[in-house]
T-cell receptor, first 111, second 114 residues
């Protein structure tokens, strides 16, 4: 059973607007949460992370929010740019050697 | 360029054939892992290694073997390919596996079993 879930397989947003990607998890032992970005025919690349002791982490246009009580995290991209069109994977770790991934959300940024 | 190199990029196998997917990294990372990506399933961990001579199973290990004789290489072997193993395979290495940070992925091997 998947411990990390991304229930929206796709998201379309206009250039310059905000993209909000959501992720839910079931394992309360996760203590690191991450977002990876993937372009076609390439491997995933690390985007941003957050520790379970924080509720927000910001890096330029990307902000990740963590709500531990709801077991929910989200990624905000502001403003969205054409180069942001990609598949975004939510991932989580229990500080062991196993990184669990969600199914991914395909983001399309429209001009 | 430093990174994770996977070969081949594409492969078609017949059911029952065997093959080895190659993975090499030049970053001196102790941790290496194999994932498969399937539609609607995300990336699922097959096997991982925390150093030469040490391997362990991930979430979906059945049908796959691994070994780690050097720090640089972590090959994935399919002993008898099945159509259910049609997938895109990614190898990754990391300097900080416990945090999920520092993962470097290869560009993937797209495998089709007919």
């Amino acid at each position: 059973d998947q411990q990390v879930k991304q229930n929206s397989p796709s998201l379309s947003v206009q250039e310059g607007r905000i993209s909000i990607l959501n992720c839910d998890y079931t394992n309360s032992m996760f203590d690191y949460f991450l977002w990876y970005k993937k372009y076609p025919a390439e491997g995933p690349t690390f985007l941003i992370s957050i520790s379970s002791i924080k509720d927000k982490n910001e890096d330029g246009r990307f902000t990740v929010f963590l709500n531990k009580s709801a077991k929910h995290l989200s990624l905000h991209i502001v403003p969205s740019q054409p180069g942001d069109s990609a598949v975004y994977f939510c991932a989580a770790s229990e500080s062991d050697y196993k990184l669990s991934f969600g199914a991914g959300t395909t983001v399309t940024v429209r001009a | 360029n430093a990174g994770v190199t996977q070969t081949p990029k594409f492969q078609v196998l017949k059911t029952g054939q065997s093959m080895t997917l190659q993975c090499a990294q030049d970053m001196n990372h102790e941790y290496m892992s194999w994932y498969r990506q399937d539609p609607g399933m995300g990336l699922r961990l097959i096997h991982y290694s925390v150093g030469a001579g040490i391997t362990d199973q991930g979430e979906v290990p059945n049908g796959y073997n691994v070994s780690r004789s050097t720090t640089e290489d972590f090959p994935l072997r399919l002993l008898s390919a099945a159509p259910s193993q049609t997938s895109v395979y990614f190898c990754a290495s990391s300097s900080r596996p416990g945090t999920g940070l520092g993962y470097t992925f290869g560009s993937g091997t797209r495998l089709t079993v007919v």
